[in-house]
């Protein structure tokens, strides 16, 4: 994000002392109590909008997978995904959790 607003509107000291902070202060800061104990945060790609609209099946090389498409998909923490309901989705559930 940071970079982009670079490119877009220059060079700003301002941004650059907010961006440090953030990634050597404030990101460590919330990570660390999700990472005691033996446990890691590992980010994994969460999508924004699960429909049956936006699901579909590709065959590379004689095999079948599931492809999601979702110009809103970003990287974020693994239960973030459980936090978003899925009232009109035709999409069961778990055989959504199975394509993770």
Known sequence: MCILNREACGESEELDMCERALL???IPRLLRPLEGEGRTVRP?????DLWDGNVGVVEEEGEERAVVFDPGSFWGHNE???SFPF????I?????????
């Open 44 to 48: 994994c790609l969460v999508h924004g």
């Open 87 to 90: 009232p009109f989705s035709r």
């Open 24 to 26: 050597e202060k404030v």
């Open 80 to 82: 973030c995904l459980f």
């Open 92 to 100: 069961p559930f778990l055989s959504f959790c199975g394509l993770i």
